[in-house]
């Protein structure tokens, strides 16, 4: 154990060591002039192709290998692959613009990320790994008895963890369509078949150890950079301790830009401009066809007059993208109208909690951080790829001790994440915002192209006002090395960091999915007696099938595809935590609870969120279901009333019915104590 | 016997430490706006706690429960033998 264990420190820092060897080779490279595309393309196939051979290294036909690796994973490296398999495409690129954009309220996810680990180390992790099989699902059916709380249980966790799979598929395509120009939909199939190359032959085993690798990878890209403009603005790198002085520079700087007359004009321009929509809005359905005379006389008056093409043709594409019926203006003019209204509002304090027009609106602002903050954490719980990680450790002993190293592996790239953000916002408020628009830094164009970045001199003064700058929360942490004018192999390196990022969780996921409808429905309901040769055969066939239709639904674009990512949180929590906690903690929780708490939890949270999120679903042919939120509650919040509804329904169910019977009361008993104490 | 005290002191330290998680957690955050009155390495105290406050303290609780209840089991499993 400790022989094989010393074996693996060596291996890893041996690649420690050749990745960093890599990276400056790069470096002295580009420095005698070779051309970033082809730094792009180095990170991107070979990043891929050692996560391969280690994927190939590690193949197995073995089932516990295949599904928990053998259980043979040392807490540190466990703690390791579980940062990777956590730290998603949205950690990565939109956690730090998150904080950017909305300064305090951003914070929600930073504690949520990790405070979540306290309810795994706590209440779950620990039972879960003296239980020792092979899914969350698992579980549920062996406490609960039957197949329908097992059912439900592979429902919930194909449900949460697909919408996350197609969100890191779809970062995969932003990631590689900017840094090495591929096309987006060839950049997900690359993405897919980097995915696979993982996850195909080893299962979990080769999983977890690319996770390792992919998490080496992916932290020193993120805080790298950072590292670096810390030292450029204060002098000393290490920015976890240094932005507290960068955010006193920032208080400086947004008193000096919110009392600039320049920005308050933008932003009254911005209000008028959202005004004008609304005026829009009210007046439908005229005022689409009032809309579109407009613009043909504008059109016609112009081709009359000395006028260049350019300006007829950019008014014409107006014309033509005006929306075809009276309820399509609604949703787009809603749309620019909110988004006139943001850019026009007040500008928000970096570090003030809460900020809202008055007490009430403050208020709420308050409840729904805190809600979020629950339900991100007790997602984070339920969670069932993260979960799974600990059922591959050796012992409950090394389950407790991987929880911990988890905590610190991902501690490193959450208490970065807000200095990033007060780092990049520091660079923008100083250097750029007040600049001439004629002459802004290349980046701006560069990621302009993507549709990240957008500029728009509203007040025509050539300028550059804060409220004229629109960003995309994702470009943060992709244009720092080039907001902080480092060189091109450092954003190399922060695109194979975001790549490894989305990789590890997509890998993770896939897993979970695959291993849900192999192990749980085929294994366990259907064929009890198939052999392991067919089980695995089974397993890798739907891991390709569930990987492609990822791939599949991931090059359509999916808009909502970060709300999507936010709700599953809220729906693998009320699906699976209060059955998982219960289960362990009381022993008079029974089946018809159990079922009838993770359905009524899920309903409750889905019902919420799509009458809170949606007023019309155009493909189900639905109009006119939204309603207000209860309390002020946005939708990405609506576990709460899951959860609160999951665990009131299994008590009084569970009390209103028999109690379960003696072998799972042993079962329960089994679970919480350990072996020394079986008699 | 041994068992019911074993689970007792289980839940005992569960208890108490989620206690912490939670006053860390969403009493820090409610009352985010007072505690920014108060300056700590430069950060206002309110933002400190969700930056990095809270976050150590997650780190440290669970260290403390891995810690505590890997020291129980290695106690209740040598009593045992004993016996």
Redesign the interface.
Known sequence: MNDSSAQLRRYYTLYSASFFVFVVALAILEHYGMPPRWIGYAFLFLTLILYATIGVMARTSNVAEYYVAGRKIPAVFNGMATGADWMSAASFMGLAGTLYLSG?QG??Y??GW??G???V???LA?YLRRFGQYTIPDFLGARYGGNAARLVGVFATVLASFVYVVAQIYGVGVITSRFVGLQFEIGVFVGLAGILVCSFLGGMRAVTWTQVAQYLVLIVAYVAPVAILSYKVTGIPVP??MY??V??KINVLEDRIASDPAELDVRRLYLARADSFSARINGLPESLAVERRALSAEIEKMKGGNVQMRDVFALERQRRELPKSPEAARDYWESLQQQAAQRGSELIRH????PGKDEAASDTA?LN??TL??CL?VGTAALPHVLARYYTTPS??EA??S??WS??FI?AL??TA?AYAAFAKYEIYSNLVGSAIAHLPSWIGAWGKVGLVSIEDINHDGILQLAELSLNPDVIVLATPEIAGLPYVISGLVAAGALAAALSTADGLLLTIASAFSHDVYYKVFRPNATTQWRLVVSKTLLLVVAVLAALVASQKPATILYMVAWAFSLAGAAFFPALVLGIFWKRANQAGAVSGMVLGLLVTMYYMVRVQFDTIPWLGIHGIGMDPWLGIQSTSSGVWGVAIGFVTIVVVSLLSDPPNREIQNFV?RV???D??RR | MQTRQYWRRNLWLTGFLLLIWFVVTFVASYYARELDQFMVFGFPLGFYMGAQGALIIYALIIAFYAWYMNRLDRQFSTSEGGD
């Open positions: 305090y914070l929600a930073v504690m990790t405070g680990y306290v309810l180390a706590l209440l620990p976890q301790i507290g002085q955010l006193q570090t003030e909690p809460f308050r951080f805190i903050v629950f954490m409950v002993r407790r001790n929880v911990f905590m610190l501690l959450y208490l807000p008993e919480r104590y350990p020394v104490f």
